[in-house]
Each structure stands twice: as C-alpha cells, then as structure tokens.
C-alpha cells in the first residue's frame, strides 16, 4: 500500500469519524430534548394526579355532609308528618284544635 493510498484511507477513516461524531451529537441533543420533555410532561401529570386526588377527596367530604345533612332533612320530615297525621287523626275523632 503506498503513501497515497494510506494518506486517502486515512482521510476516509477521519471523515466518517467527524460525520459519525455529528451524528452522535445530534442524538445526544435529540435524546437531551425528550428526557426534558419528558420529564415536563411527567411533572405536569404528577401535578394534574395530584389536583385530582384533592379534589376527590373534597368531593367525598362534600357527598358526605350532604348525606348527613339529608338524614337531618328526612328526621325533621318525618317529625312534621307525624304531628300532621296526629292533627288530621285527631279532627277526624272530633276533636277541636284552636279557636272556631
């Protein structure tokens, strides 16, 4: 193999090594560029979780002071519709209830 020849291969060789080089640091970059965007997407999703979780949790509070609040509702209810059906049981007897 003579000089020449040596020299071109060489120059071949260092060549694709600086285009192999390039490509390297371009998918570094590319690669660099996803696992920030990435981890953006996974932070935003971590936060959105979360908001969702606290917001299910005032959610459950809020069904249940409203259960609570329905029991008192109905107790009451059936509290008036007693005296209701004693007033209309009592007048049906003949009893008198106020001023005629």
Request: aromatic share 4%; net charge negative.
């Given at each position: ?10 120059e071949f ?20 560029r996803l696992?920030?965007?990435s981890l ?61």
């Amino acid at each position: 193999m003579s000089n020449d020849e040596l020299e071109k291969k060489m120059e071949f060789i260092v060549e694709h090594l600086a285009a192999l080089t390039a490509r390297q640091e371009k998918t570094e970059d590319l690669l660099g560029r996803l696992a920030t965007a990435s981890l953006d997407r996974m932070t935003d999703l971590d936060n959105k979780v979360s908001a969702l979780v606290d917001a299910q949790i005032k959610t459950e509070g809020n069904m249940s002071a409203l259960a609570e609040a329905q029991l008192r509702t109905d107790e009451r209810l059936n509290v008036f519709i007693t005296v209701i059906e004693r007033y209309i049981s009592s007048e049906s007897n003949g009893e008198s209830h106020g001023s005629d």
